[in-house]
């Protein structure tokens, strides 16, 4: 059964990341030749992904509630927006997206649900309304398709049949008298559910997690030898490894979590490498046991693509609250592949999302730790020493300007390359923590 409704808001302005939670199998790890950098667009070898019932999101237009009764030339526009529906298939997770990702729905957005299992409403709870901070680069083929909208951050809400939503601008001035700003055009509540992974596979054999659902965990000996050849060129006897390369965690595949290849675009870049990883929060709410945190990425991987309009899941990486490691973005996942996360610093970088909500909520210490080892193995592949800053160029955003070169922890949380309040401030406060822990993991 899914988790009960939660009952508190998600921290403002949190990592946006996900209407919800779904999809299928990638090709996750060839540890091959040739970590180069530039693009490319290969499919994986296992771009389909199991038989699954696939899910669905079901999207309901908002219906003008009150307008603007002043003058031109906002005379007539909707200053509240809304529906209230009780005949709605089970779905555990629910967002609101509208047309233009360029506008800004300044207002609030409050939601309630009913319990499927209970049949009691819960009370009204707030839905971010910030979501600039994720998404691809400015000027990238992902942001300029056509197909993106902008979007609230999700919200999960367990099993629910029946929902209320109220969107309400606010009036964009502390003066009573200023006019509200109008509400995006193309304003709809999108309910999302995740579908039902197919049957598992074959653990992976070793360099390889075509058709499996977990990477296996190496120690450090054996990480060293599965290392990438440098790049353009093919293994060689006296090929040398990076000096600190953490051992590798178990990472369970697209494949594991039930992604459904069918859903995302086809195709994926890699940039020139991994330098900084980013830390983000999901903000989708912490009522899930390990059980379901593949639904809940089935869930975030389904909203990402169908209601945003991503070309596929935008982490590259997923931590749930026991510790477990998640392919994300499809592509090697020894490679640097080109992820949707912190706009402005998509490039040269990995997106690594802890699964909940982490504004006033403590991160688990396997979590913790598990980005900790994540980032140990990931950077590490590159060199990077996870105590230490680096520089990435911006590619714009709402704090550093295009082309502007910014020193970065090695080890940054979301908020470091966007103004936002992701990965939240518990689990910011923990980066530190993950930094030593990372740098001890390398043999530093």
Not at 76 to 84: I, N, S, Y
Not at 345 to 364: E, L
């Amino acid at each position: 059964m899914a988790p009960p409704p939660t009952t508190g808001p998600p921290s403002s302005r949190a990592c946006v990341l996900a209407c919800s939670i779904g999809v299928t199998c990638a090709a996750a790890l060839t540890l091959a030749p040739g970590l180069t950098g530039g693009r490319a667009s290969a499919e994986p070898a296992s771009a389909t992904g199991p038989a699954d019932a696939p899910g669905g999101t079901r999207s309901l237009p908002l219906a003008p509630l009150t307008r603007d009764p002043g003058p031109a030339p906002n005379h007539g526009a909707a200053l509240e927006q809304g529906l209230r529906r009780t005949d709605v298939r089970h779905f555990p997770l629910v967002g609101v997206v509208w047309d233009d990702p360029d506008t800004e729905l300044r207002g609030s957005v409050r939601i309630r649900t009913r319990s499927a299992a209970t049949g009691v409403w819960s009370g009204w709870q707030d839905i971010d309304t910030h979501n600039a901070d994720h998404g691809a680069d400015p000027g990238t083929a992902e942001r300029t398709s056509g197909h993106v909208h902008g979007a609230t951050a999700p919200l999960g809400v367990g099993d629910c049949d029946g929902v209320d939503v109220r969107v309400r601008a606010d009036a964009g001035s502390r003066d009573p008298a200023a006019r509200p700003v109008p509400l995006p055009s193309g304003l709809r509540l999108e309910l999302v559910d995740p579908g039902t992974a197919g049957p598992g596979v074959r653990p992976a054999a070793r360099g390889s997690a075509v058709g499996a659902i977990r990477i296996p965990a190496l120690d450090r000996d054996a990480t060293e030898r599965e290392l990438p050849a440098p790049a353009g060129g093919e293994p060689t006897a006296d090929r040398r490894a990076p000096s600190h390369a953490g051992p590798r965690p178990g990472i369970v595949t697209r494949r594991g979590w039930g992604a459904a290849e069918s859903q995302r675009e086809r195709g994926f870049v890699y940039t020139e490498k991994a330098e900084v990883a980013f830390v983000h929060h999901t903000a989708s709410g912490n009522n899930y046991s390990c059980a379901q945190a593949p639904a809940v990425i089935r869930g975030i991987y389904r909203c990402h693509v169908k209601s945003m309009g991503w070309r596929d899941i935008g982490y590259n990486f997923l931590i749930d609250k026991c510790g477990t490691v998640y392919e994300g973005r499809v592509g090697e996942v020894a490679k640097p592949v080109l992820g949707a996360h912190t706009m402005g610093f998509n490039s040269n970088s990995a997106g690594i999302a802890v699964i909940g909500a982490h504004g006033t909520a403590k991160p688990s210490s396997v979590a913790v730790t598990a980005v900790a080892r994540l980032t140990a193995w990931k950077l590490g592949l590159y060199g990077m020493n996870p105590r230490g800053k680096t520089y990435l160029t911006s590619a714009g955003g709402n704090l550093y300007q295009k082309g502007k070169s910014v020193r970065l922890n090695v080890i940054s949380g979301h908020r470091d390359g966007f103004a936002t309040d992701c990965p939240g401030q518990r689990l910011h406060g923990k980066l530190g923590a993950a930094r030593s822990a990372a740098a001890r993991y390398q043999g530093r």
